[in-house]
């Protein structure tokens, strides 16, 4: 596994204390580069949706943007794979189309016309009728449409444009908003509200003009009614939402979430995955998230007669506000011969993993991404890990095809996911299961009393529909582990059928106290293809790095003197980590531990390679202690070693200042702003000292 949180947490802890980590803000079109600005407000104006203009905006980098363009074509490119993107192609030649046709003598380019949008989105029509140079009616074009029910349009339909002047371009017509009145060139002597006669009228002159002018869709009999159609109002609107409807836009959301980490080449090939995600209390009262996920296809590379597969999973736990708690990196990589790819080619996949987390509600996403087959597949679930445990609460039930026992060789020395004490569970994503399983259910039951271990009974009773049809009862004095249930169900008396699986704990004078339901399901068939698991292990005497997972979660969330206690403890056991000395020193420095906090990366300053992060906190924590001189020490080797940056010079120029050494703040300042000369603060600094030696 690659610790990418020792890293990026690392990193992130440094951007939180020194606010120079920005969330991604949402940008007005007018901000964006002109080439960036042109695609949104022009290029696509009329078929990108709302959610990737949204997305869009929110975008930092221009190769972000650029990135993002590639998705959007490629996500509407009907023949995926194929170098010609007959979309793209086709919604280019319909703006050309509709600049050179319907900008001839207007004012504005001919994509900003009614006719010009309604062709960007609707395409050629099936016919238009052309009215013109009548004494009594305004100048009308009729177009007609049809065979677009997919996007919830009627099957056929009129779209009408009318010259409200002698000249001028055309404007789409409403039978609600203008009714037949509009396409007189004198104001008709009748009641405005009387739209029948108006109609009649109209249809004196021409009838097919009169035939839209109450109604867009053919057939309808709103002239009949005498009132124009709302049916027509309707559709005008749908119209403008049909690109919405041409592609599925959950991959902007995607993109937002992942950018950085999937890339274009994977944006065309997303594959569903199902998952169960299970939190855990382990036996020192730390909560662990077992969970699996199973995408929908195992592709696999080639190379001679080996097979092989790289998957990468991007995990990320956020509050219930977005705000980042945890998140990871971590490869899966399996290799096999030809026998082993050939008994494996039909059974599902399925990674197993965990990892330890604070308590608190959160939403926890995981991107799976195929390296060798260019594919990816993604989650987001919501979890709950309970704080102080006043009531008593059972988990979850964990429907499990089988187990394995654990409690020698190798199974007390790791932690492996979906492992219980000495029992190893094995989970399907989907609950399923034949008539020859023993089906075992796991539950957990946490904050239970003396009393109820003593006399309690946990019941399982099983439903097909309404019909009870078998029930277990098992007095909590049989587990070893009252807190951990693991129990075996025999199914050979079961037919096939859903069910319903109830797990209710009941207290000494029989009243049941909590009641869980799982469903599950017994095929007709004689086997089922069980998964094919990787899964990875952790060792269980190495408990630091979990300490320094749980830190960086407190450090997230705020909890400062919590996620001191975690790295103190990661520290004292793994010394040497340089990550977790820093990590320390962040936390102690928040919490005005300044001591504390150069003390903790002394060790680390005399190496030959000392990392920057330790330079700069040992300059950081010196400074706030009025030692000065020290902290230029530091600030200055940091440059040294690593390069000039602003950052650094500012700092230097601070405690120069403080040391009433003016040139030489001076100096700092204005090195400063040849790096970046938009920095109106230290600008301000640095004219303030004009006058100062």
Same mark, same amino acid.
């Given at each position: 596994m690659k610790e990418y949180g020792l890293k990026l947490g690392l990193l992130i802890i440094f951007m939180a204390c020194f606010s120079i980590f920005l969330s991604a803000e949402k940008k007005s079109p007018k901000d964006l580069p002109q080439k960036y600005r042109k695609w949104l407000e022009e290029d696509v104006v009329y078929i990108i949706t709302p959610k990737e203009k949204e997305v869009f905006l929110q975008l930092e980098t221009d190769n972000e943007r650029s990135v993002f363009m590639e998705a959007f074509w490629k996500h509407r490119n009907p023949t995926p794979g194929t170098p010609d993107n007959e979309y793209k192609r086709e919604h280019s030649r319909r703006v050309n189309h509709a600049n050179h046709r319907f900008g001839i003598g207007s004012p504005k380019s001919g994509w900003k016309t009614d006719r010009g #949008? %309604? @062709?960007? &989105?609707?395409?050629?029509?099936?016919? %238009?009728?052309? @009215?013109?140079?009548?004494?009594?009616? #305004? *100048?009308?074009? %009729?177009?007609? @449409?049809?065979?677009?029910?997919? /996007?919830?349009?009627?099957?056929?339909?009129? +779209?009408v444009f009318y010259r409200k002047g002698m000249a001028g371009d055309y404007e789409i017509y409403s039978p609600v908003? *203008?009714?037949?009145?509009?396409?007189?060139?004198?104001?008709?002597? +009748?009641?405005?509200?009387? /739209?029948? !006669?108006?109609? @009649?009228?109209?249809? *004196? &002159?021409?009838?097919?003009?009169?035939?839209?002018?109450?109604s867009l869709i053919p057939g309808d009999m709103s002239a009949v009614s005498g009132r124009p159609s709302l049916a027509s109002e309707l559709l005008l609107q749908n119209i403008n939402l049909k690109p919405q409807k041409e592609v599925d836009d959950l991959y902007a959301r995607k993109f937002l979430d992942f950018k950085g980490i999937v890339g274009v080449e994977y944006s065309t090939n997303y594959i569903s995955c199902d998952y169960i995600i299970q939190p855990v209390r382990d036996s020192s009262s730390v909560f662990f998230i077992h969970y699996l996920v199973a995408p929908e296809r195992f592709s696999v590379g080639k190379y001679d007669n080996n097979y092989n597969a790289l998957f990468i999973l991007n995990g990320r736990v956020t509050d219930l506000d977005d705000k980042l708690i945890y998140q990871f990196e971590k490869e899966f990589s399996a290799n096999f011969d030809e026998d082993k790819a050939r008994s494996i080619a039909n059974l599902p996949f399925q990674i197993n993993d965990m990892f330890p987390l604070i308590s608190g509600d959160f939403k926890f996403s995981l991107l799976i991404k195929n390296i060798v087959s260019k594919e990816f597949s993604s989650f987001e679930n919501e979890i709950s890990v309970p704080d102080k445990i006043d009531t008593m609460i059972t988990t979850t039930p964990l429907l499990c095809y089988s187990t394995k026992n654990m409690e020698s060789g190798r199974g007390g020395l790791v932690m492996r996911p979906f492992q219980v004490d000495d029992t190893l569970l094995f989970c399907d994503s989907r609950p399923a299961f034949l008539t020859s399983d023993r089906m075992t259910v796991f539950f957990q039951l946490l904050g239970f009393s003396p009393e109820l271990v003593k006399s309690g009974? +946990?019941?399982?009773?099983?439903?097909?529909?309404?019909?009870?049809?078998?029930?277990? $009862? #098992?007095?909590?004095?049989? /587990?070893?582990?009252?807190?951990?249930? &693991?129990e075996e169900i025999p199914l050979s008396e079961f037919i096939p059928e859903n069910y319903i699986l109830n797990v209710s704990v009941q207290d000494q004078t029989g009243e049941i106290i909590q009641t869980l339901k799982k469903n599950f399901f017994i095929t007709h068939g004689t086997s089922l293809p069980r998964p094919f698991i990787q899964t990875k292990t952790l060792p269980a005497a190495n408990y630091s790095l979990n300490n320094f997972r749980i830190g960086r979660q407190f450090y997230n969330s705020g909890k400062y003197a919590e996620a001191a206690r975690e790295f103190e403890t990661a520290l004292r056991q793994?010394? !040497? &980590?340089? *990550?977790?000395?820093?990590?320390?020193?962040? $936390?102690y420095f928040i919490l005005g531990r300044y001591d504390e906090a150069e003390a903790v990366l002394t060790p680390f300053l005399s190496r030959e390679d000392v990392k920057y992060e330790v330079l700069f906190c040992s300059g950081r924590a010196a400074k706030a202690k009025g030692d000065y001189q020290k902290a230029i020490q530091h600030f200055r080797k940091a440059m040294s070693h690593f390069g000039l940056? $602003?950052?650094l010079l500012n700092l230097i120029g601070e405690c120069h200042i403080r040391l009433s050494q003016i040139s030489e703040a001076r100096a700092a300042w204005k090195k400063s702003l040849e790096i970046n000369p938009d920095q109106p603060d230290i600008r301000k600094n640095l004219e303030g000292l004009k006058n100062r030696k």
């Open positions: #949008r %309604i @062709y960007i &989105i609707l395409g050629e029509p099936m016919s %238009i009728e052309t @009215y013109e140079s009548s004494r009594e009616l #305004r *100048d009308t074009e %009729i177009w007609f @449409y049809q065979d677009m029910t997919k /996007y919830g349009l009627p099957n056929g339909f009129n +779209v908003s *203008d009714g037949p009145h509009a396409f007189f060139i004198q104001t008709l002597e +009748v009641d405005p509200a009387d /739209y029948l !006669e108006a109609y @009649y009228k109209l249809n *004196d &002159i021409n009838p097919a003009i009169a035939g839209i002018s109450m009974n +946990v019941l399982f009773s099983i439903q097909k529909g309404e019909q009870e049809v078998k029930t277990i $009862t #098992r007095a909590l004095s049989e /587990y070893s582990n009252p807190g951990n249930i &693991i793994m010394p !040497e &980590i340089i *990550d977790f000395a820093t990590s320390l020193a962040q $936390t940056n $602003t950052n």
